[in-house]
Structures are given as structure tokens and as C-alpha cells.
């Protein structure tokens, strides 16, 4: 009887049984570390967002107090300057101790709010650099760096917090009604002319900074929207 040969033995069936299962441990491990990666990332995604809100919030909320601060530092400066040059704001009358003393009195209450305030967080700078980080530098920069830079030449700026003091200044000599209110000796119509500063000192800078944060502002918050 012819003997049959023996089948060779190739490596394929002397390694299969330990590389097939091999490959296909290492298969699972690497699809799960990519998994495990995959959701690492979209916690870690999911905490930024949350940072990122929270962050949004406190900076609102110092921006609140900055502004209100202005307001009522700039609304003392100026009772101040009426006190020490009155006839650059109003006809001098023979009363004018009655008006400077409706004056005086007006300082010491916004004087008081101004300490307020003055106490409360209004550092909102440093949340510029907490956005950059958290968003991404690439991303900030490429969509919010530009909106940031008119803040700073337009709003911290030294010289453009002068150049605007001294508009609100000229707006308020040149108030014709501002002026007829301060220039009478009823107490009543004093009270309602300083009324009318703090209005229009309110209003005029509510709307000078809202120009130049709201585009910064809705930014950001469209940025983490889409976070």
C-alpha cells in the first residue's frame, strides 16, 4: 500500500491558534481604548461647557458691576465739578448756597451706592483669558480676539476714558434743561436736575459700552452654544 505523505505543517496553522486570537484581543483592546477615549474626550467637552457657562455667568455678572461703578463714580465726579464750578453748568443765582448744598448732599448719597458697589467683583478682564483657554486658543483667536481689541483701545484705554468723560461733561453744560432745574433755589426742582444727570449719565454710558462689549458678549456666548 502507498504511503501517503505527510501534510506539511505550515506556520499559518502552527500560529493561528495564538495570533488569530491574538489579533483579535488586540482588536477589542484597541476599539475599546478608542472608545474610552472617545467618551474621555466628550466628558472632558462636556465639563468645558459647563466651565464655560459658569465662567459666562461670573463675567456678566462682574461686568454688572463695572458698569455700575462707572456710573456712579462718574455721577459723584460730576456733582463734584458742579460744586467747584457751578457757573460753568447753571446761571449763578444770590441762592447758590441752597443749590450747592442740595449738591453736597446728593454726593454723600452716591457716594454711598458707589461704596457699594465698589465692594462687589467688577474684575471681568480675566475671564477673557478663561474663554481663551477653554474654547481653544486657535478658535478664539480666529473669532473673538478682534471683538476683544476694541474693547481694550476703545474701553480700558486711558486716553478714550477721557476723550468720553469729557463728551458726557459737555453734554451735561449744554443740557438746557440740566441747566434751567440747577439754576432755580426750590429744593424740589435741584432734586429733579440731579435727577436728570444721573439719567442721562445712565443712559449715555449704559449705551457708549454696550457698543463696544455686546458684539464680545454675543460671541462668546455663541461660541459656547456651539461648544
Known amino acids: 500500500m502507498k504511503e501517503t505523505a505527510p501534510k506539511e505543517i505550515t506556520w499559518f496553522e502552527i500560529t493561528k491558534d495564538i ?36 465662567n459666562y455667568m461670573e463675567f456678566l455678572n462682574c461686568r454688572t458691576n463695572d458698569v455700575m461703578n462707572i456710573i456712579y463714580f462718574s455721577i459723584v465726579e460730576t456733582l463734584k465739578d458742579i460744586k467747584i464750578n457751578p457757573d460753568a453748568y447753571f446761571k449763578i443765582h444770590s ?13 454723600k448719597e452716591n457716594e454711598a451706592v458707589l461704596e ?16 481663551c483657554f477653554l474654547l481653544g486658543t486657535k478658535k478664539y483667536f480666529k473669532e473673538a480676539q478682534s471683538l476683544e481689541n476694541v ?12 476723550e468720553y468723560s469729557r463728551k458726557l461733561r459737555d453734554q451735561i453744560q449744554n443740557n438746557t434743561t440740566i441747566s434751567n432745574l440747577l439754576g432755580k433755589s426750590n429744593q424740589i426742582e435741584i432734586d429733579n436736575g440731579v435727577k436728570e444727570i444721573v439719567e442721562l449719565v445712565s443712559q449715555d454710558f449704559s449705551n457708549y459700552q454696550r457698543k463696544l462689549f455686546q458684539p464680545y458678549t454675543n460671541k462668546i456666548a455663541d461660541l459656547i452654544d456651539s461648544y
Not at 484581543?25 to 478608542?34: D, P, S, W
Not at 465698589?118 to 474663554?131: A, I, M, Q, R, V
Not at 474693547?151 to 477721557?162: A, P
Open 19 to 54: 495570533v488569530i486570537p491574538s489579533i483579535a484581543l488586540l482588536a477589542t483592546v484597541i476599539l475599546g481604548t478608542i472608545i474610552a477615549i472617545l467618551l474621555k474626550k466628550r466628558e472632558e467637552k462636556s465639563k468645558n461647557k459647563s466651565l464655560l457657562i459658569d
Open 116 to 131: 457699594r458697589f465698589s465692594k462687589k467683583d467688577s474684575n471681568w478682564s480675566p475671564f477673557t483669558y478663561k474663554f
Open 95 to 107: 441762592n447758590l448756597h441752597n443749590t450747592l448744598d442740595r449738591i453736597s448732599h446728593h454726593i
Open 151 to 162: 474693547i481694550t483701545n476703545y474701553y480700558i484705554s486711558n486716553e478714550s476714558r477721557k
